[in-house]
């Protein structure tokens, strides 16, 4: 440990793990509710080997951006409180779903996060704005100084440079557009499909322009909050329902997509069992966009029930993604251009013999 008196530059590093490296089952254990996000930007950050960090939790990733004179010892200190209180075997086996980078790999990969590269639908867009809440976390927390600081003030522009000069967005651009489209691919369309959304947050909205832009007109929207489901269901020409009272609608819905932020589940093969009697042999769609899970994966058991998580939705997306293999290499050679451009700055105190803080004892 160094001294007090003691001064070193800091290391990018990134620790995390992915729709790609590990299934939503491990994926939502590790995820972070917005709420929670400014406890754990300072719980990482009073480590003694973490000097700034960001952490970013969406649907698809949980990853920490974090900077630290002692990459080796701050993974490994990371690494504990990730993985907490869990069995050895659990944690041996979990361990292997996370990645780590340093240094200018760090920079590349949240280059291509932000560029929407790393996403389980190419050339996302909801990322984009999901990053610039976790940093605002992050400063709110007082866990960002000078390196993230100037880091993410800066990787906002590739994230843009890439979209604006690559067709990387044609297509669905997030994870509600692509349930959208799954959804009236089985349908044969939207027209004169009652679609049920539950939930009110950013997915649920960006699902629910999606479902408008495909022609669909019966919008119905359940939320905790009824103000939120007013004014989203105002939105997209709508109908509310209460909360409380969502589960006897089911008789007359096609589609339900879940996306609340509930840590339990809020659709049960009790809840459905319910309402297939009414429904007379037609066929219910289950798309559920949220981490960790809302529906209980033993739905999709049930006849005449059809369900979709984040991993099946993955799949599919996968697909899409050979026509666009131009897109992404070209958006590849910018990105790189732009590390190269970059790195000395972002990698390295600015100015001859300037100082950083000795990391906390």
């Known amino acids: 440990m160094p001294t007090d008196n003691s001064r070193a530059a800091l290391q990018m590093c990134c620790l995390g793990l992915n729709h790609r490296t590990s299934p939503l089952a491990v994926r939502e ?11 754990s930007n300072q719980a990482i950050a009073a480590l003694p080997t973490v000097s700034e960090c960001v952490l970013l939790s969406t649907c698809n990733r949980t990853e920490l951006y974090y900077w630290s004179p002692d990459s080796t010892v701050a993974h490994a200190e990371i ?3 990730f993985l907490g209180a869990m069995p050895e075997p659990e944690k041996k086996r979990i361990s ?14 949240l280059a291509c996060v932000a560029s929407g590269l790393d ?3 190419i050339g996302e867009t909801e990322i984009f704005g999901q990053l610039k809440d976790a940093y605002r976390e992050a400063q709110a927390a007082g866990s960002t100084a000078t390196y993230s600081n100037r880091t993410f003030q800066r990787i906002f522009s590739i994230g843009k440079k890439v979209r604006t000069e690559t067709r990387i967005t044609s297509g669905p651009t997030s994870v509600g557009a692509a349930a959208v489209q799954l959804a009236g691919d089985s349908l044969g369309g939207l027209e004169g499909v009652n679609v049920l959304i ?5 997915i649920a909205r960006s699902t629910a322009q999606s479902l408008c832009s495909r022609g669909a007109k019966g919008i119905f929207v359940a939320n905790r909050s009824y103000d939120r489901a007013v004014e989203l269901a105002e939105k997209v020409g709508g109908s509310v329902i209460r909360f409380s009272e969502w589960v006897p609608y089911l008789e007359q819905i096609d589609i339900v997509i879940v996306s609340t932020a509930s840590p339990v589940y809020v659709v049960s093969p009790e809840v459905l069992s319910h309402v297939l009697a009414g429904r007379r042999g037609r066929p219910l769609f289950l798309i559920d966009l949220s981490v960790p899970r809302n529906v209980n994966p033993a739905c999709g058991l049930l006849s005449g029930v ?3 998580d984040l991993d099946k939705l993955q799949q599919i997306a996968e697909k899409s993604h050979h ?12 990105i790189d251009q732009w590390v190269e451009e970059n790195q000395a700055d972002l990698m390295a105190p600015r100015g001859k013999g300037q100082l950083f803080p000795a990391p906390k004892k």
């Open 79 to 81: 690494m504990s409180y």
């Open 29 to 39: 254990k590790f995820a972070v509710a917005k709420r929670n996000l400014q406890q």
């Open 198 to 202: 539950v939930g009110a947050g950013d």
């Open 96 to 109: 292997a779903c996370f990645y780590s980078y340093e240094g200018e790999a760090a920079l590349r990969h």
């Open 119 to 121: 996403s389980m639908v």
């Open 323 to 334: 026509g666009r293999y131009a897109e992404i290499e070209h958006a590849g050679v910018i």
């Open 306 to 308: 059809y369900l979709y």
